[in-house]
C-alpha cells in the first residue's frame, strides 16, 4: 500500500470494508465469505483482488479453496487506518449481522469436524485415516528420545539406529554380520551420523563394557539367538543401574518357512517365555504385551517386552 490516499480510496467502499472487519476475525474461504455477506461470488471475489492488489489482504490455497486473512505486517500507518474505518462502522446493523452470520459459519465449522468424530468414536483405530500410519507414528516417537546411550543388539543395517542417532547421544549397533556392519556404516558415514558406530560381534558376547548403556534394544534378534537367555543376560550387563531394556520380537507361531526363508532358529516366543528370560536375567518391571497382528498369512503377531535394571545394581 502506497499512501495513505489509497488506503482511504479502498476503504470507501462498503463491501470491501466489510469484508476487511470479517478478515480482521478469522481467516474465511470465499464460499464462507459469501455465505455471510449474501452476496454473489463474483461480486466476493472482484472486491478481494483489488484487496489482494493493495497488499491488504493475502490468500492461501488449500486444494480447490483459497482462504483469505488480513496481510501480517501491515505497514503501521495502514493498519491504523484500516483498524479507525472498521471501528467507525462496527456498530451499523450490516456490521452486526455479519459478525452474527460469522459466528454461525464458525460453529459451522467446529460442528462438522465434531460430527465426524463422533462418528467415528471407538473406531478410530479400525479403520483408514489418512496420514495415520505406525511407521508415521514411529517417527513422532523417536523424536522424544533423550540424549543418552543406547545399544542396538542384532541391528542389521541399523534402520531404527539410524533414526535413534537423531536425538541420542551415543548408539552402538552390534552385529555379526560383516556385511551389514559394512553397509550401516557407510550409511551412517552419509547421513553424517558421528554419534553412531558399529561393532562386529554377537548379541550373546556384546562387545560393550559393563554397565555403558542407558537403552538396550533387542529388535527382532532374539528368535535368531542360539540361546535367546545369554541375549538377555548380555543386555543386562551392559545396562547402567536404571537402565531398560525393549524386546521387540515374533510371538510364537508355526510357519516352518521361516527357518529358510529368514534364517529364523526360532518360531518366536511365548509371553510366558520372553517374560521368564527378562526375569531370569534380573530385570525388574517386567512387562510383555502384543502389539501388532497381521492380517495376512501366516498372520505373525509381535510381542513388545520391558525391563528395567535395578538402580542398584
Known sequence: MSSSWETLKLLSDPTRLRLLALLTREELSVAELQEILGMAQSRISSQLALLRQAGCVSDRRDGKRAFYSLRPGLPARSAQLLQSAVTAVADLPECAADRANLERVLHKRRQH???????????????????????????????????ITVADLGAGEGLLSQLLARRAARVWCIDNSPRMVEVGTELAKKNGLHNLAYKLGDIEQVPLPDRSVDLAILSQALHHASHPQNAVNEAHRILKPGGQLLVLDLKEHYFEKARELYGDLWLGFTESAIHGFLKAAGFGQVEVTTVSRETVEPRFETLLASGTKAAKA
Request: proline fraction near 6%; hydrophobic fraction near 40%; include cysteine.
Open 113 to 147: 469436524s465434531e460430527q465426524y468424530f463422533n462418528l467415528i468414536a471407538g473406531k478410530l483405530g479400525k479403520g483408514y485415516c489418512p496420514g495415520r500410519t505406525w511407521e508415521a507414528i514411529g517417527h513422532l516417537a523417536l523424536r522424544l528420545v533423550p540424549a
